[in-house]
Nanobody, 119 residues
């Protein structure tokens, strides 16, 4: 089992920045990827960014150039640096992880952290 705990969500003005963290614990040694996902009210959950066990990254087109995913292996923590935030980035952000290459269907989920972009 893997436990994921997100933190860092907040209310921020448009154009602002925020950094989310996801602390992982448990049987994390065989994870193939970890990623950030988000779900806005009335919409389906969508993939935001992923990082593979080899360090490769992939981003949704809507966040390319604004968001950066990274990890600290020693701390078992993944981050999402979000810059130039827009109101449409408002959502609950979830940390997910999996043991195969199906980035869109993680088997482990965190509880989510709310990000609100508003003036």
């Amino acid at each position: 089992q893997v436990q994921l705990v997100e933190s860092g969500g907040d209310l921020v003005q448009p154009g602002g920045s925020l950094r989310l963290s996801c602390a992982a614990s448990g049987s994390i040694f065989s994870l193939a990827f970890m990623g950030w996902y988000r779900q806005a009210p009335g919409k389906q959950r969508e993939l935001v960014a992923i990082i593979t066990s080899g360090g490769n990254t992939n981003y949704a087109d809507s966040v390319k150039g604004r968001f950066t995913i990274s990890r600290d292996v020693a701390k078992n923590t993944m981050y999402l640096q979000m810059n130039s935030l827009k109101p449409e980035d408002t959502a609950v952000y979830y940390c997910g992880a999996g043991r195969n290459s199906d980035w869109y269907r993680p088997i482990y989920w965190g509880q989510g952290t709310q990000v609100t972009v508003s003036s």
